[in-house]
């Protein structure tokens, strides 16, 4: 028997609604602060992310789903998403968007697929929602796409988080922190392991994400990236600092957070949770100017986030934050003769089109596995329906939650105030 891939889930009543309450809450949120949606498609040419997430990274090296497809000369390499800033700016790109001088807000939420090895928290499918700014070099875009984020931790109830914060400067400071650590890495490469000495040369930075044991020590001593930070790196960082102190938002200045994507320059942050164990960041995200001009466009500046659908599920779910919500009928007819089923089709016609969920049983069960069918669903109403009810026209409507019966004539459904 076929099962489902490693690293995918199936989604299934009530895990289902719990997914439902959460992109409720994403479009609330991005409403909130005047986003709009952008939905783009689920595989991309290869090089929109292997140009742009960096040739080093573990990404673009080892966990993308790349496939290739076409007919003589047209074929292509693709790539399902493994994330959606690249593709996003691809197909602002493509869209002339944003206009020249202006700001575009969008948001998105949806699958992405990375080849990691599955475990609690990590997935090969998952979900990301996130938002990004188009268009503003300004440290209050910045400060809006963290507040967006830390805006959605609450209205959700999370608490129990951190905000960490860095900055990788800008491109300038960045050659100059490079060449620093790549002198480093190299004076001491032969204690590094063999992916990270593979990795010096391409893109230093991404040594310092390493999870290698044998790298630790070297990572920790590593010079920071501080000391090469010119002034208008500087003075970018230090304004989100004093920005996000003037929100009161708390965060923490991690000078050790680099992130796993080779795009950005100047703020990054991630979220994390001690609630999530060894995958406990939960989102994350900064700016990247050069992403626009990497990608064949214009300088556009631009700074955005992404959170990890799954990772907030389990946060919410340990700390019992998500209403049950499960979908109840508000009324469960039970047919009680046999030769009634015309009449409860056009009952439930009437009812559905008051806009009511209405069902009825469609297996042969007895009236009483009916009525306890009713109540497992938790039905509000039931209704009996047999030839005695057709015979007088007049209906006993039971509240399964307070068990009063109400007889009324079968004409007053159309207008019964159903109170739940
Ligand atoms: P990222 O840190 O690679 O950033 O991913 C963002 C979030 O997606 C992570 O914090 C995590 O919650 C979730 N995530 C990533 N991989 C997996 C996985 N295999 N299983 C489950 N969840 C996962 C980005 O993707 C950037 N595009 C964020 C960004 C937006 N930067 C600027 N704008």
Redesign the pocket.
């Known amino acids: 028997m076929a099962k489902k891939p490693r690293g995918t889930k199936d989604l299934i009543s009530p895990e289902i609604e719990k997914w439902h309450f959460l992109e409720n809450k994403f479009k609330e949120v991005s409403k909130l602060f005047n986003y709009k949606e952008i939905r783009t498609p689920i595989f991309e040419h290869l090089e929109v992310f292997s140009r742009s997430i960096g040739e080093a990274s573990d990404i673009v090296n080892k966990e993308m789903y790349v496939f290739s497809k076409g007919d003589g000369k047209k074929t292509g390499s693709f790539a399902l998403r493994p ?3 690249a593709a996003l700016v691809r197909s602002a790109i493509e869209n002339n968007i944003p206009e020249p001088n202006n700001i575009e807000r969008l948001w998105y939420y949806g699958p992405f697929f ?1 080849y ?1 090895r599955p475990q609690a ?4 499918q ?1 979900h ?1 929602f ?1 938002t ?1 700014c188009l268009g503003s070099d300004s440290p209050l875009a910045d400060i809006e796409s963290i507040n967006v984020a830390v805006s959605l931790i609450k209205n959700l109830g999370i608490n129990n988080y951190e905000l960490l914060i860095n900055t990788l400067g800008n491109r300038n400071s960045q050659k100059i922190y490079f060449s620093i650590l790549q002198e480093y890495l190299k004076d001491n490469s032969n204690k590094l392991s063999d992916l990270s000495r593979n990795r010096l040369e391409k893109n230093p930075l991404r040594v310092l994400d390493s999870k290698e044991k044998e790298d630790q020590e070297i990572i920790e001593n590593a010079p920071k990236i501080q000391s090469s930070l010119d002034s208008e790196s500087q003075e970018h960082i230090g304004k989100v600092y004093e920005l996000l102190n003037a929100s009161e938002i708390n965060f923490k200045i991690d000078d050790k957070l680099v ?3 080779d795009y950005y320059s100047h703020t990054v942050f991630e979220f994390r949770s001690n609630e999530l164990g060894s995958q406990d ?6 700016r ?1 100017n050069e992403l626009f001009s990497q990608l064949g466009g214009k300088d556009i500046p631009a700074v ?5 659908v ?2 907030l599920l389990m946060i919410l779910d340990k700390a019992n934050l998500i209403p049950e919500s499960a979908i109840k009928p508000d009324i469960y007819i039970v047919k009680a003769d046999e030769n009634v089923d015309e009449e409860i089709e056009s009952i439930l016609l009437t009812l559905r089109n008051r806009g009511l969920n209405s069902i009825r049983d469609i297996s042969g069960r007895s009236v009483k596995s009916q009525f306890k069918e009713s109540s497992k669903l938790g039905a509000n109403w039931t209704i009996v329906i047999g030839e005695q009810e057709i015979d007088s026209q007049k209906l006993t409507l039971k509240n399964m939650i307070t068990a009063e019966q109400t007889e009324i004539e079968m004409l007053e459904l159309n207008n019964f105030k159903f109170k739940k």
């Open positions: 994330e959606m800033t990375r990691e928290g990590r997935q090969r998952f990301q996130g990004e992130r796993g994507l960041s939960f989102g994350g995200g900064g990247y955005g986030f992404a959170m990890g799954e990772r």
